[in-house]
C-alpha cells in the first residue's frame, strides 16, 4: 500500500518499477561521480482530474501509465546530476509543469548500483541500493526521504543476546557470542526537504557510519545495535530530522563449532525476526 506525506489520498495512480540506465557512454564524467547512473522509478499521482476514469470510465484527462513509463525513461536524458533525491525531484517538478491537471506527484527512485572495474567495463555492485522519495505538489516540497535499503552485515561475533523473558514458551539458549546476520534497511528525512540535496554525500557517509557502527559495537541485541546507529545518525548529520531502521535478524543456523575460534554455519531459515525503531530529533 502507497502512502503519502500530504495525507490520505481518495485516488491515485502511476508506473512501477521503470528502469532507466544513464550512461556517459564517452566515459567523461566528473571526479567521484560515475559514468552509470541505474534507477528504477514508481511514480503516483494524484489529482481529481483523475476521478472520472474511476467512477465513469472517461478518460479524457488521463495520462496513460505507459506515458508515465516513457516520460521517466526519455527525460533520463535530460538529467544532469547523479544522486537520487535531485532525480525525483526533476522527475516530479517535470511532470508537474508538463500536465496542469496533475495535482501532486510521489516519484521514487532506487539506485541500480555498477561499480567501475575497468576504464570501460561495469558490473552490478550492491547488495545495498540507495533510495530516495519526494512528493511535490504546486505549493511545496512535501517529502524528501533518503535511504539504504538491502543492508547485508556479517560480524564474526560479539554479539550476545541473553536474559530475556524464560518461561513455559522458550526453547532458544542464552547466547553470549553468536556470529551474527542481519539485513537492515535504513530511510530518514530532513529537517528542511532542501537538505536532501547533497549530491548523493549524506547517503556514502551514513553507509560508511553504518559499517563502522556494525564492526566497532559489541552488542547484546539488534535493536541495540540499531538504536547505536540510529542516535549517531542523529548526532552526526545535523540536517537529518527523523530516521527510521528495520532490521531482520537473519543470524545463520549453527552446523558445527569448535569451541569459538571456527564454525560451520547455513542460512537461516524461517521464520526470522524484524526490529523496527525510528527516531526523531
Ligand atoms: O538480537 C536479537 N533480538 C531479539 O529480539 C531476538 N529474539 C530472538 O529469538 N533472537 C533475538 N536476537
Redesign the pocket.
Given at each position: 500500500m502507497e502512502r503519502f506525506a500530504s495525507g490520505w489520498k481518495r485516488n491515485y495512480y502511476g508506473k512501477a518499477d521503470v528502469t532507466a540506465y544513464r550512461l556517459h557512454r564517452d566515459g567523461r564524467v566528473p571526479e567521484g561521480t560515475s559514468a552509470v547512473f541505474g534507477a528504477n522509478v514508481t511514480m503516483l499521482v494524484y489529482g481529481d482530474a483523475f476521478w472520472p476514469t474511476y467512477t465513469t470510465g472517461d478518460n479524457t484527462d488521463l495520462v496513460a501509465t505507459d506515458s508515465m513509463k516513457n516520460f521517466i525513461q526519455r527525460e533520463t536524458l535530460d538529467f544532469d546530476g547523479n544522486d537520487l533525491e535531485q532525480y525525483c525531484l526533476f522527475l516530479a517538478e517535470k511532470f508537474l509543469a508538463r500536465y496542469p491537471q496533475v495535482e501532486g506527484v510521489q516519484v521514487s527512485a532506487t539506485d541500480v548500483p555498477y561499480a567501475a572495474r575497468g576504464a570501460w567495463t561495469f558490473s552490478p555492485a550492491g547488495p545495498e541500493r540507495a533510495m530516495a522519495r519526494v512528493e511535490v505538489t504546486r505549493a511545496a516540497c512535501l517529502e524528501a526521504t533518503s535511504g539504504i535499503r538491502g543492508f547485508r552485515l556479517l560480524r564474526l561475533g560479539g554479539s550476545a543476546?541473553k536474559g530475556?523473558v524464560r518461561d513455559e514458551y522458550t526453547t532458544?539458549p542464552e547466547i553470549t557470542n553468536r556470529p551474527l546476520h542481519m539485513w537492515l534497511d535504513l530511510e530518514w528525512q530532513y529537517v528542511q526537504p532542501g537538505d536532501a540535496l547533497t549530491d548523493g554525500a549524506t547517503t556514502r557517509a551514513v553507509a560508511r557510519l553504518t559499517h563502522d557502527v556494525f564492526d566497532a559495537f559489541e552488542s547484546g541485541?539488534?535493536?541495540q545495535i540499531i538504536y547505536a546507529l540510529g542516535m549517531r545518525m542523529l548526532a552526526e548529520f545535523p540536517a537529518i530530522a527523523q530516521v527510521h531502521l528495520e532490521a531482520n535478524?537473519r543470524t545463520w543456523d549453527t552446523v558445527t563449532e569448535r569451541g569459538e575460534a571456527i564454525g560451520v554455519y547455513t542460512d537461516a531459515r524461517p521464520p526470522y525476526?524484524c526490529?523496527g525503531l525510528s527516531l526523531r530529533r
Open positions: 543476546f530475556f532458544l541485541s539488534i535493536q535478524n525476526g526490529l
